[in-house]
């Protein structure tokens, strides 16, 4: 298992993570404006732990990932889908599936 400084050091360069980040910086700021602690109170994950995912200094578990979007109203993979776009503007790239259609 990582330390929390390993974890830390690789969070800070991948790009899915800076995505992530931005997804839930930017749906702070579409709903209302709510505050770091507010979405913390509403998810039940520390506001401090917030503040370091939207800096992509922290690697969240899935189940905090849930537990955000469910602050949100809406299924992680929805969040992770907004994840995913933010972490493309800033050069991640993926195999795009053979069923579905590239992406605008």
């Given at each position: 298992?990582?330390?929390?400084?390993e974890?830390?050091r690789?969070?800070e360069r991948?790009?899915l993570?800076?995505?992530?980040?931005?997804?839930?910086?930017r749906?702070?700021?579409?709903?209302d404006?709510?505050?770091?602690?507010?979405?913390?109170?509403?998810?039940?994950?520390?506001?401090?732990?917030i503040?370091?995912?939207?800096?992509?200094?922290?690697?969240p578990?899935?189940?905090?990932?849930?537990?955000?979007a469910?602050?949100?109203?809406m299924?992680?993979?929805q969040?992770?889908?907004?994840a995913?776009?933010?972490?493309?503007r800033?050069?991640?790239?993926?195999p795009q599936?053979a069923n579905?259609?590239?992406r605008?």
């Amino acid at each position: 298992m990582p330390s929390e400084d390993e974890n830390r050091r690789g969070a800070e360069r991948d790009p899915l993570l800076i995505g992530l980040g931005r997804a839930i910086r930017r749906l702070r700021f579409e709903n209302d404006d709510i505050s770091q602690e507010q979405l913390g109170q509403d998810s039940d994950v520390h506001r401090n732990y917030i503040g370091g995912i939207e800096r992509a200094e922290r690697m969240p578990t899935l189940l905090s990932v849930a537990k955000i979007a469910g602050a949100f109203q809406m299924r992680p993979s929805q969040l992770l889908e907004l994840a995913e776009r933010e972490a493309e503007r800033h050069g991640a790239f993926w195999p795009q599936p053979a069923n579905e259609p590239p992406r605008e």
